[in-house]
């Protein structure tokens, strides 16, 4: 291999999917993005891999005759794909799909507990095993055939033609996997779906090399080696360890996007024991096979609901400052959100959202609408990493990464803890990409974020009286 070799990073999220080209030492040399559309199929909302296969191809395409060496996927969790002789042998199910009330049922009497799976029951199709349910009742002949794979591994299979399994995708929230036993969970087993999934590797091993004709169709080498990749948050665990500060110290880490994923390095340890199950708390298992003690809301999709705008709009640079004057206004009148936006999900599950002294014409403008959902959102986060234990660091990364209300806030709820945040953009992708050098160290340092001024902490207690007295299903 020559010098100039690079790297190719495929990662399909929720909402977008991104691909990055990189060189060995870890310099992004270009980045596409893509929207994912909604899909529905036989009445089925659905993921669009048709649509997102044929933007894949198009943009490797553009990458003709670049020297890759590795391309590494990435996607989120809680997907599946059923592979035959002729390729998906239906579309994979989109985990905001409502699963019918009966077949629920009949799968929650079938899952394993808590203390085995470190996995909580979550709606729709948030828990792997539950599409696996209804997916065996509706294509019964074609899952009992099938080769099963994780989302991320899919995209794998897409390149290379070859079926893997991966650990960090098995043990996200899915009912599928025993993070202490380090193998698939007693349901998994019981109901043959441990048999049905392709071979389980390690998210760096190769899986194989680029098919022939997508080769040929895309100009890429027919070398290129594609790993079996991971789960998008383990990639952004990943993708913290090569800062200084997180290696191998006690560290949580909050990766930010649709999903808002707080994941404990816990210098002692990590416990199902100590986690609340009905809190949206769960063990997830790193690249690695260990458990991390993981909480989690939905708080990409909160703030997208409140401001009913793009949600670049409460991150973009030249907002900032204009963010940043309506704080001391919102704190002083204690104008905030009640928790949730998303019903079902995060450490406050039963509740429905309301507000407090809501914004109104004072303001005269959408800054503090925004300004008071980037505290919200600070607030939420600060009690999911209450209910894993998280102490000394936190390094907040993702595309919220540079809402500055947002990371102000959350350094001065947590005075005892060093705060820090990193590139907003690309930290899942490097985090893969050391699959590939596990010594690569990112471009740049971490920087520490100020606290905000005021009384935050004030502001929380109050937020958290209200909580507190606010009956469950209330709606103002």
């Known amino acids: ?240 360890r090569g800062f200084g500060e997180i290696a191998r110290q006690e560290a949580t880490i909050l990766s930010t996007g649709t999903w808002f994923v707080a994941m404990r390095l816990a210098a002692e340890g990590g416990s199902i024991s100590s986690l609340p199950e009905g809190r949206d708390t769960l063990m997830n298992v790193d690249a690695y096979g260990w458990p991390v003690p993981s909480a989690r809301f939905m708080g990409g999709r909160e703030i997208e609901t409140i401001i009913q705008l793009d949600t670049r709009r409460v991150d973009i640079k030249p907002d900032q400052p204009k963010l940043m004057e309506e704080v001391p206004t919102l704190i002083r009148r204690r104008t905030m959100m009640m928790p949730t936006l998303a019903p079902g999900f995060g450490p406050f599950p039963d509740g429905e959202a309301r507000w407090v002294n809501a914004p109104v014409e004072w303001q005269g403008t959408w800054y503090a609408r925004r300004a008071a959902v980037c505290l919200y959102a600070a607030l939420v986060a600060d009690t999911a990493l209450d209910l894993i234990g998280s102490k000394d660091r936190l390094l907040i990364e993702g595309r919220f990464s540079e809402a500055e209300v947002f990371v102000r806030a959350l350094a001065a709820l947590r005075p005892d803890t060093e705060v820090f945040v990193a590139n907003a953009h690309n930290d899942v992708s490097f985090g893969a990409l050391r699959l590939v050098n596990p010594i690569l160290k990112a471009n740049g340092g971490l920087r520490r974020v100020d606290p905000l001024e005021g009384d935050v902490c004030g502001y929380r207690d109050s937020w958290r009286d209200a909580v507190s007295r606010t009956p469950p299903g209330f709606r103002a």
């Open 1 to 240: 291999m020559t010098s100039s070799g690079t790297h190719i990073v495929v990662d399909i999220g929720k909402t977008l999917s991104k691909i990055t080209l990189w060189t060995r030492g870890g310099r992004m040399l270009d980045r596409q993005v893509r929207a994912n559309s909604l899909c529905e199929r036989d009445g089925i909302r659905c993921l669009d891999a048709d649509g997102i296969g044929g933007w894949l191809r198009a943009t490797l395409r553009g990458w003709a005759g670049h020297p890759v060496e590795t391309i590494i996927p990435v996607a989120h969790g809680a997907g599946f794909a059923a592979i035959g002789d002729e390729g998906m042998l239906f579309a994979p199910v989109d985990y905001e799909q409502v699963i019918p009330d009966d077949v629920t049922a009949a799968y929650r009497a079938e899952r394993d507990g808590f203390s085995v799976t470190g996995s909580p029951p979550l709606p729709d199709g948030l828990n792997l095993g539950a599409q696996l349910y209804w997916m065996s009742r509706r294509h019964r002949a074609a899952m009992e055939n099938a080769t099963l794979m994780p989302w991320a591994q899919y995209w794998a299979w897409f390149l290379t033609g070859k079926a893997v399994s991966e650990v960090t995708s098995l043990g996200c929230h899915t009912d599928l996997w025993s993070p202490g036993e380090g193998r698939f969970s007693p349901m998994a087993q019981r109901l043959g779906w441990a048999q049905r999934f392709a071979p389980v590797v390690k998210a760096s091993d190769v899986v194989g090399t680029l098919r022939p004709a997508l080769a040929a169709e895309t100009g890429l080498p027919v070398t290129a080696q594609v790993l079996a990749g991971l789960h998008d948050s383990n990639a952004a665990l990943l993708a913290a």
